[in-house]
């Protein structure tokens, strides 16, 4: 058995137990305000860190370029309420514009 079998095999092994963890966490832990709250900004951290990646990150190193300044211009549009579609077709344009100067 390869090297790559044999982490494919841990890997399912894994995954399968963390499932079953889970799926076996009793109800009184699930509906601790703790768990709740803890549950609830799960999705704000995520995609924080999405973002931080997508807009810092060009390949192994942290680059600064347009894709923060078009960061900076939807969130600013997001904060003054601003339709999503829009403020993500104005930081789109900002991004462009900066690339070509």
């Keep these: 058995m390869t090297t ?6 841990v890997m399912v092994v894994g995954c399968f137990a963390l499932k079953y963890a889970g799926l076996s966490v009793p109800e009184s832990v699930l509906r601790h305000p703790l768990t709740l709250r803890a549950v609830e900004l799960i ?6 860190a999405l973002i931080a990646v997508q807009v810092f990150a060009t ?7 347009a894709r923060l300044l078009a960061l ?14 829009p ?12 690339r070509q100067l």
């Excluded at 390949?59 to 370029?65: F, K, N, P, T, Y």
């Excluded at 403020?87 to 900066?98: F, K």
């Design 4 to 9: 790559l079998w044999a982490g494919i095999g």
């Design 43 to 48: 999705p704000a951290g995520l995609l924080g």
């Design 59 to 65: 390949g192994s190193s942290i680059q600064v370029d």
């Design 72 to 85: 900076g211009v939807a969130a600013v549009l997001l904060a003054l309420r601003a339709p999503f579609l």
């Design 87 to 98: 403020v993500v077709v104005v930081a789109a344009l900002v991004a462009a514009l900066v």
